[in-house]
């Protein structure tokens, strides 16, 4: 294979030798693919099903109606909005007798095996379409159960959030379900209810009740705001309840507030406090100036009434409030907050859905202590979800694409980059404490996935690194907590054999009791900036001791390259030297010459090892500057994210000094950019030929002919944004 795509399309063709061009154009056209849209916030009722660690639903009617008699039939409807078709896999346990219907027609039916053991996994492969994928779940009620587990059959890295059917309630996070019935009331061929259908019209056709019930008017729907029936049972004497107006004449008018409450109650306007009253009512004009506006009341708990009540209007006329935050499936106005011990510190800055709320006296407590906005029904809560494909999540590749897109900032004077790159990063952080509350309330997180299950280096160590970079940018509190988090885990969670050496236990796992090369990048460019965060030498010595065992069980001498994986199950490598396992190797090991102390006892040891890597790799690049995706295959195709690490080390090598005989090192480094710009990148800034996520084998088949390229992956992106920056650098000494 000579390109990706015609020459004509190649940036080369377009651009020539210009590589702040190339950088600028990639990152311009992930930024412009990926915008900066956060996280999805929707209502979520707490009757709805909760979920399992591993991310399936537990949809178990015989919780729900214990009484319900062997026979009754019940219903669980639910579905999955998609951006494009795609594939997904899904995994079912059941309880009892189960038929699932996607599209209306029959996607699975149990087996007599499925009924009878909940512990049986199975696995059933959906092709959902663009648009709305309605998933509708027959359940009957044996002596075994009533009920199923269903959901994604890796609800860590591919979660599936289902969405509540019918018009009234759309918009809403989870799945709804049926009182039990003596006969299947949708027996006949065509008579599932549509996903779009008014509820209220479903229940008249087949007299059936959906839960859980969502009511069709709010606590203040008189104007009357009565927190003794919305935090009923629940203890703390102080709630926040804040909503927003529209101020739509031109210039600066007068607005009249009237406020009245039985308890102590205070009323900002916007970061102004406004008004402060005990027991009373209180009228107060305002000169506010055009455009949209925030009101936050805070109400004391009294021993005989907990309510308020507030009303604005400009010229005669009352002021419609709007909900102050765009939350999907709900019709209220208002969102709420409690109730609290005590009043928190500055509650001017608490508009605002992105962090979890708890006093300082609960600050140390669990988080079951913490409280987080819900609508005007004690059930119903906010909840934000992950449902961009990029932006605002936290997994390993993009931790990589982001240190990319934030080198590419720096290098091109970009702040846009930068701050973009900022952004991505705090969304996450931001809410990491609120993430590991969702997870005990409902069951399995909506955002911050890898985060919260950390359990593998490819949870923390690659996001981590990044990270820790982005806070030399915007110094953050959470950012220094969650790393320190990240940290403890390396350090004394993460699998070691006995000579200490990180490897994937895995239990039970295809990559149970192996070692792989990709976890030199999970791990040691994260301990080195910890150690520059920290300055304790204890994580950049055990990231230098890491490439030497690591060394002992991938090298390959005859080639002086690496094996992918060590199995020590068969106490074997894999003797397969992928591309990326050994640019992950030769890059990390890279970032960690760069910041390991000339004194360090294995400097010297380290930088022979970075020689004689290079000298293997410069000995197997391709005709057309490109390294193949097996290293020793030329039949093999040539991989765009490998390339693009063993130039980026070659010109560290050059620039820093570690390759004692830089010649052949830069006409490789020259011969690789010219490849990877005429045959891997085009004139818009599209990455080709990067190798998707891997597994292993020990067979170069797996990797040559099933582990393909997929365009636009961020296993590359962020390294061919870093190699060029390195290039820039190289040609500009």
């Not at 969405?163 to 759309?170: H, N």
């Not at 509350?437 to 359990?455: C, F, M, T």
């Amino acid at each position: 294979m000579s390109s990706y795509f015609a020459p004509e399309e190649s940036i080369f063709f377009k651009l020539g030798h210009k590589p702040e061009q190339t950088i600028a154009t990639i990152a311009n056209r992930y930024i412009g693919s990926n915008p900066s849209n956060g996280f999805t916030f929707r209502s979520f009722h707490q009757e709805s099903f909760k979920q399992e660690e591993d991310g399936r639903y537990d949809i178990n009617l015989q919780a729900k109606f214990p009484e319900s008699p062997l026979g009754s039939y019940g219903y669980a409807f639910a579905g999955i909005y998609c951006e494009a078709d795609c594939e997904i896999e899904l995994s079912l346990s059941c309880y009892g007798p189960v038929r699932i219907y996607l599209h209306n027609s029959l996607l699975y039916k149990s087996t007599m095996d499925d009924d009878v053991n909940i512990r049986r996994r199975k696995t059933i492969q959906a092709s959902l379409r663009k648009g709305w994928n309605p998933f509708f779940i027959k359940l009957l009620k044996t002596a075994s159960g009533f009920g199923c587990q269903f959901g994604s059959a890796n609800g860590k890295w591919f979660p599936l959030h289902f969405l509540a059917p019918f018009t009234g309630r759309s918009g809403m996070g989870g799945w709804i379900y049926s009182t039990p019935v003596s006969i299947d009331v949708f027996a006949e061929e065509g008579s599932l209810p549509s996903f779009d259908t008014d509820e209220a019209t479903i229940q008249t056709l087949e007299q059936l009740s959906w839960l859980p019930v969502v009511p069709s008017t709010t606590l203040t729907e008189h104007g009357v705001h009565e927190l003794n029936t919305l935090f009923q049972g629940e203890s703390g004497n102080v709630a926040y309840a804040w909503s927003s107006f529209q101020v739509s004449n031109l210039g600066e008018t007068l607005h009249n507030f009237h406020v009245a409450s039985a308890s102590k109650l205070r009323v900002w306007v916007d970061n102004t406090l406004a008004a402060e009253i005990d027991s009373s009512s209180t009228s107060f004009q305002l000169s506010l100036p055009n455009g949209r506006h925030d009101l936050l009341v805070e109400c004391m708990r009294d021993l005989n009434s907990w309510r308020f009540d507030v009303e604005i209007s400009h010229a005669g006329k009352v002021v419609p409030f709007l909900i102050p935050a765009h939350v999907h499936g709900t019709a209220t106005r208002w969102l709420y907050l409690g109730p609290f011990s005590e009043r928190l510190p500055t509650p001017e800055r608490i508009r605002t859905l992105h962090q979890l709320f708890t006093t300082p006296a609960g600050a140390l407590s669990s988080h079951a202590s913490s409280q987080y906005w819900r609508t005007g029904d004690k059930d119903i809560f906010v909840r934000p979800y992950l449902e961009n494909e990029l932006h605002a999540k936290w997994n390993y590749p993009l931790g990589v694409t982001l240190y990319g897109l934030l080198q590419a900032g720096r290098a091109l004077n970009r702040y846009d980059i930068v701050s973009y790159v900022v952004d991505h990063i705090q969304t996450c952080t931001d809410l990491y404490t609120y993430s590991l509350w969702d997870k005990e309330r409902y069951g399995s997180p909506a955002i911050n996935h890898q985060l919260v299950e950390l359990n593998m280096l490819d949870d923390c160590g690659s996001f981590g690194s990044a990270m820790l970079e982005v806070n030399r940018e915007a110094d953050h509190a959470t950012m220094r907590d969650i790393a320190h988090i990240v940290a403890a885990y390396i350090q004394h969670g993460q699998e070691r054999k006995s000579d200490g050496a990180f490897y994937r236990q895995r239990t039970g796992e295809y990559q149970e009791n192996t070692l792989w090369a990709d976890d030199l990048y999970m791990s040691t460019p994260f301990l080195c900036r910890y150690y520059q965060l920290t300055g304790d030498l204890t994580y950049i010595s055990d990231a230098a001791k890491q490439f030497l065992l690591f060394k002992k069980y991938l090298f390959i001498p005859e080639h002086n390259i690496m094996a992918h994986v060590y199995d020590f199950k068969y106490e074997t490598s894999t003797y397969i030297p992928w591309g990326r396992g050994n640019g992950w190797v030769l890059f990390s090991l890279s970032e960690l010459l760069a910041v390991l102390p000339e004194s360090h006892e294995l400097r010297d040891e380290l930088i022979d090892f970075f020689r004689t890597l290079a000298a293997g790799y410069a000995k197997l690049q391709g005709t057309n500057g490109l390294w193949h995706q097996v290293l020793t295959d030329r039949t093999s195709y040539e991989e765009t994210s490998c390339t693009a690490m063993f130039t980026y080390a070659f010109c560290r090598g050059i620039r820093y000094g570690w390759l004692d005989q830089p010649a052949p090192y830069k006409e490789a480094v020259q011969r690789a950019w010219e490849g990877l710009t005429k045959l891997a990148i085009d004139q818009s800034g599209n990455v080709y030929g990067v190798c998707r996520g891997s597994g292993y084998s020990f067979t170069p088949l797996y990797y040559k002919d099933e582990l393909n390229w997929i365009l636009n992956d961020t296993h590359g992106i962020g390294i061919i944004l870093l190699c060029g920056i390195e290039y820039m650098k190289l040609q500009g000494n």
